[in-house]
C-alpha cells in the first residue's frame, strides 16, 4: 500500500498548514496511519499518527499538530499550527503500527512521493 500526502507548501514561521492523505479501504478501517517527516540530512522520523480511537505525537510536535480523520471521505489530516523553521521537510503518510516504540510503517506499506513543507523564517 502507497499513500500520498498532500497540501505542503511555503510558509511563514508561526503559520498554518494542512496536509491531507486519502486512504483506500480496507486500510482507512483496520490500520492507524501515521505521518513521518525527513528533513535534508537527517533519518525518516515518526511526528504523528492515529485510528479511530487514539492519536500518539513525538514531542517535538506535540500540542501543535493534531491528527484527525474524515471518516466519509476516507482521508486522514494533520493539522499543523504554530510551524518553526525546524518543521521544513518532506512529510510522508503510511500504515503505521502505532504502539510501536517509535511508530513504524508496516511492512506491507511502501512510501509515496511526500509532499514539501517549507518554513521560512
Known amino acids: 500500500v502507497q499513500l500520498q500526502a498532500s497540501g505542503g507548501g511555503l510558509v511563514q514561521a508561526g503559520g498554518s498548514l494542512r496536509l491531507s492523505c486519502s486512504v483506500p479501504e480496507p486500510t482507512f478501517n483496520k490500520y492507524a496511519v501515521g505521518w513521518f517527516r525527513q528533513a535534508p540530512g537527517k533519518e525518516r522520523d515518526f511526528i504523528a499518527g492515529?485510528?479511530?480511537?487514539?492519536?500518539r505525537y513525538a514531542d517535538s510536535v506535540k500540542g501543535r499538530f493534531t491528527v484527525s480523520r474524515d471518516n466519509a471521505k476516507n482521508t486522514m489530516y494533520l493539522q499543523m499550527n504554530n510551524l518553526k523553521p525546524e518543521d521544513t521537510a518532506v512529510y510522508y503518510c503510511a500504515p503505521v503500527a502505532l504502539t510501536a516504540t517509535p511508530p513504524r510503517p508496516l511492512p506491507f506499506s511502501s512510501w509515496g512521493q511526500g509532499t514539501l513543507v517549507t518554513v521560512s523564517s
Open positions: 492515529g485510528n479511530w480511537k487514539s492519536t
